[in-house]
């Protein structure tokens, strides 16, 4: 916990536009274990208490925030990072998934197979 509390002192310098906070959930390329979401949250906790804007990433639970995303934050975030359909469809508001197929459709986006799980990507 004192790690989370350090990491909430510089991240507060650093001044980010949002943090998201997850655990693992694919196989790791060594050998760890998942944090549970009540750790998660309270993790999220210490940041809050710095006036961080955090969010909890969580596949299963009570609680999954939803997401408004402009279209180019949604492209540049799937330049950063493709993610898996599952992940699109439980973290973003509804508004955003329509942004999201529009994109599709006039080819800024796609989707690709890797390794079994289909992922959404940024073509531009």
């Not at 906070?21 to 949250?41: C, K, W």
């Not at 699109?88 to 079994?116: A, D, P």
Request: glycine share 4%; charged share 35%; proline share 6%.
């Amino acid at each position: 916990m004192e790690e989370i509390k350090k990491l909430s002192k510089v991240l507060k310098e650093i001044n980010p536009d949002r943090i998201d906070i997850g655990t693992i959930d694919r196989p790791p390329a060594y050998r760890v274990f998942p944090v549970s979401n009540e750790q998660l949250y309270e993790f999220a906790k210490i940041f809050e208490k710095e006036h961080l804007p955090v969010n909890v990433v969580e596949r299963k639970g009570i609680y999954t925030p939803e997401f408004e995303l402009t279209e180019l934050e949604i492209i540049n975030t799937l330049r950063k990072r493709p993610l898996t359909v599952e992940d699109v469809e439980s973290i973003f508001s509804l508004q955003t998934l329509k942004k999201i197929e529009k994109l599709e459709e006039e080819g800024k986006i796609e989707r690709k197979v890797i390794n079994g799980k289909e992922f959404l990507c940024a073509t531009i």
